[in-house]
């Protein structure tokens, strides 16, 4: 089937928006414990709001950083891009007096002027003038998580960055040992593990609730397949040199830059990568893989991008292999949006994005949203008193609070967010070199293939290295 995927409207993003706030109907027994679970710390008092700026004002950024003024206040934010940069200052300096309001809070934190946001277009300036800045969320696309995010932490940041959280299987790995080093607290922005319904779904799962685990299928939006796109001037609001960063230099196609550049290699994976990183993240915590990953990984394009176009493989299947011996397939639906929202009725027995595992003894389906088990009884039981229960987190960016001031790890800890990112990679790996790849989980080689070795890290583009701060 070859489809041709245009960009969504903005209804049918609302449309999206809508479904995912309306949450699944989570089994009474596992609601009351989530309610009796602790919230997290709230704010004690307006001095002990750490100052957190956000890099990155794009849609996701500025609904993170949001979030964040709960816990938290906005000091600062950085764009390359002058009219995101401006637009989110403003965004955040309204939605910080309003969350101020609501939890009756009335004078600014660290002696700063009210409602003050300081605007950088660079973020090592960011770092060298915001002397008391505590942490910075980071919502820039892909091809620049890692080196932000080591450089914050070279200075003393902690970090919520979003997924997936390197741009290569390499930098994941710098970035692990760069929080182990600097005793930094990351939060990689996978937020569905702390969302309840999944966390039940994997207690379920690692319970053997349906038996001995056989099968995982992780079913993300396919991608979008559009071009050959024409070059533009770069717009004067763009810094394109700054935007690209270790990316290679191309003349400015606006398709390449906001939002879409997810649809690129040179800056992201496509949806593999995107959503990938939220349903594979699931399907490693349901198998109970921490701190490891497949075996071998078999990448089939189902439909290939234009030239000129997206660079990624818009539609394709592949498959894992584990130690564990469970077959883990991850491929595409036509049914939702790159967003997540319905693009299409579903045929029977079709499902949409989500992941489903299943068992000897039953199946269960999730997505955000929708909890489906093929016996209702699996869902409905408690689990008993000696059950293996997960990492309790109810509030992703909560979470990532209360670690900065307990100095624990927050449930996406680096190494979650680098090994669950990984699959994605070495799944987008083999679909590039269209073949079966073997693949050292320990060591994080390929074995016997020299070009896909070459492909666990990419040449950075001059001046850019993740020595830069
Ligand atoms: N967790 C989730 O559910 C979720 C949802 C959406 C997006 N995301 C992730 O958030 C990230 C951003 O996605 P988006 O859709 O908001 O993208 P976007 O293109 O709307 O925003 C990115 C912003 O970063 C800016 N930027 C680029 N390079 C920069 C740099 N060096 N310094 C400062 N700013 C820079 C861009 O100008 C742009 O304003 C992506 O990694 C994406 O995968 C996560």
Redesign the pocket.
């Known amino acids: 089937m070859t489809t041709t995927r245009s960009f969504p409207s903005r209804r049918t993003m609302l449309k999206g928006a809508t479904a995912v706030a309306a949450s699944a109907a989570l089994p009474s027994w596992f609601l009351e414990e989530v309610m009796a679970q602790d919230a997290p710390a709230a704010p004690r008092s307006q001095n002990d709001l750490p100052a957190i700026a956000l890099?990155?004002?794009?849609?996701?950024?500025?609904?993170?950083a949001k979030e964040a003024q709960r816990f938290g206040r906005v000091v600062a934010v950085?764009?390359?891009?002058s009219s995101?940069?401006d637009g989110?200052a403003a965004d955040l300096a309204a939605s910080q007096r309003e969350t101020d309001q609501k939890l009756n809070r009335v004078a600014p934190g660290s002696g700063r002027q009210p409602g003050k946001i300081n605007t950088y277009?660079?973020?090592r300036k960011m770092l060298d003038e915001e002397k008391d800045l505590h942490a910075i969320f980071n919502?820039?696309?892909?091809h620049?998580?890692t080196l932000?995010n080591l450089a914050a932490m070279k200075r003393g940041k902690d970090v919520y960055s979003?997924?997936?959280l390197t741009l290569t299987i390499e930098e994941g790995r710098r970035v692990v040992n760069t929080a182990k080093e600097t005793k930094r607290v990351l939060q990689t922005?996978?937020?569905q593990r702390s969302d309840g319904q999944f966390r039940l779904v994997c207690e379920l799962v690692r319970n053997g609730r349906i038996g001995k685990l056989q099968k995982v299928t992780t079913i993300l939006p396919a991608g979008m397949r559009d071009g050959p796109f024409q070059s533009r001037p770069v717009p004067e609001r763009?810094n394109w040199d700054?935007?690209l960063?270790q990316a290679p230099m191309v003349e400015y196609v606006p398709q390449r830059?906001?939002?879409t550049?997810?649809f690129w290699y040179d800056y992201?994976g496509g949806t593999i990568t995107?959503w990938g990183?939220?349903h594979n993240d699931i399907a490693l915590w349901g198998m109970g893989i921490e701190g490891s990953g497949p075996t071998s990984v078999e990448g089939k394009r189902l439909v290939e991008p234009i030239p000129g176009g997206y660079t990624a493989v818009p539609e394709y299947e592949v498959k894992y292999t584990y130690a564990n011996g469970v077959e883990h397939t991850c491929r595409t639906t036509t049914a939702d949006t790159i967003f997540g929202s319905e693009a299409r009725k579903t045929e029977p027995g079709e499902r949409r994005n989500g992941v489903v595992f299943e068992g000897d003894k039953g199946w269960i389906y999730v997505r955000r949203g929708v909890l489906e088990a093929s016996d209702p009884a699996i869902l409905k039981e408690p689990l008993p008193s000696n059950a293996q229960r997960l990492y309790v987190s109810n509030d992703h960016s909560g979470n990532f609070f209360d670690c900065v001031r307990s100095r624990k790890d927050p449930i996406c800890h680096p190494e979650v967010g680098h090994r669950s990112v990984s699959v994605c990679h070495l799944g987008s790996i083999s679909l590039r070199l269209g073949r079966k790849l073997r693949w050292d989980p320990q060591n994080e080689q390929f074995v016997g293939d020299d070009e896909a070795s070459r492909m666990v890290a990419r040449e950075q583009r001059k001046p850019w290295t993740y020595d830069i701060v």
């Open positions: 890099v990155g004002c794009g849609g996701r950024g500025r609904g993170v950085c764009d390359v891009d995101n940069r989110g277009s660079d973020f919502g820039t696309p892909d620049w998580h932000i979003e997924k997936p922005g996978s937020q763009l700054m935007w960063g830059a906001h939002v550049f997810r992201s995107d990183a939220h």
